[in-house]
């Protein structure tokens, strides 16, 4: 974590020099309009708010991964998308359509790539309590067709029903379990996007702080 730390500082550090390197050069040929100064108060606000938070949940993340664990068993394993649901049968995806709706035909139309997401469904035991969860573990939802779905029949072929998997439980609330215990990539892609805009915002604010304060020019003696 502590090096996850000193990434996003110095990542911060360099995307508001290259911020106020950027807006420098736009000031060096006439002021920042008002509504971009705004906007760099408001990708900076935006930016401040997405790191803090993001950090937060990836230190969350982190400290799960040193939960106790305990053996669980999948009772359920299918893939979603937004039209339809996916079971695995040997090596292939079999669809079963969703019921027919006007809002589903409009998408179908309208999309042709497929959001494949997996849906495991798991159970385990601790002191003769029987606790359930649901999970997509985590994996991202863009990319090529071909690659959701070769990615989609990897788990579902690992997470078969009736398999065994290691479940990390929180120690304080045994109902609450996780199989990928640790951070996701979309918290990950928030944090880039928060320092992105945190280090581009401020650092263009900045340019305007120096212009304010700046030495001012001496008139000419005659």
């Keep these: 974590m502590i090096g996850l730390v000193v990434g996003v500082v110095i990542s911060a550090a360099l995307f508001a020099w290259a911020g106020y390197y950027l807006f420098g050069q736009i000031a ?3 002021s920042l309009p008002m509504l971009v100064r705004l906007g760099l108060a408001l990708a900076a606000a935006i930016g401040l708010m997405l790191t803090a938070l993001n950090m937060r949940q990836l230190a969350v993340a982190f400290a799960r ?11 359920d394993a299918k893939v979603l998308d937004e039209f339809d649901t996916w079971h695995i049968q040997g090596q292939e995806l079999i669809r079963t359509p969703l019921p027919a709706s006007p809002e589903r035909d409009d998408k179908v139309k309208r999309y042709e790539r497929l959001n494949l997401r997996p849906q495991i469904s798991f159970r385990w035991e601790l002191a003769g309590q029987d606790y359930q969860e649901t999970t997509d573990l985590g994996v991202p939802g863009f990319g090529g067709r071909l690659n959701r779905r070769d990615l989609a029949l990897k788990l579902l072929a690992t997470h078969a029903p009736g398999s065994e998997v290691n479940v990390h439980y929180n120690p304080d609330d045994p109902a609450e379990g996780y199989l990928r215990a ?12 928060g320092v992105l805009l945190l ?9 305007r702080r120096e212009e304010a304060g700046g030495p001012v020019e001496e008139p000419a003696r005659a």
């Excluded at 991964?65 to 009772?75: F, I, K, L, M, R």
């Excluded at 280090?199 to 340019?207: A, E, F, Q, R, T």
């Design 199 to 207: 280090g581009i915002g401020s650092g263009g604010l900045l340019v």
């Design 65 to 75: 991964q040193a939960w106790p664990t305990v053996t669980g068993v999948v009772t």
């Design 28 to 30: 060096n040929r006439g």
């Design 182 to 193: 640790g951070p996701h990539w979309e918290q990950f892609g928030r944090l880039a996007l």
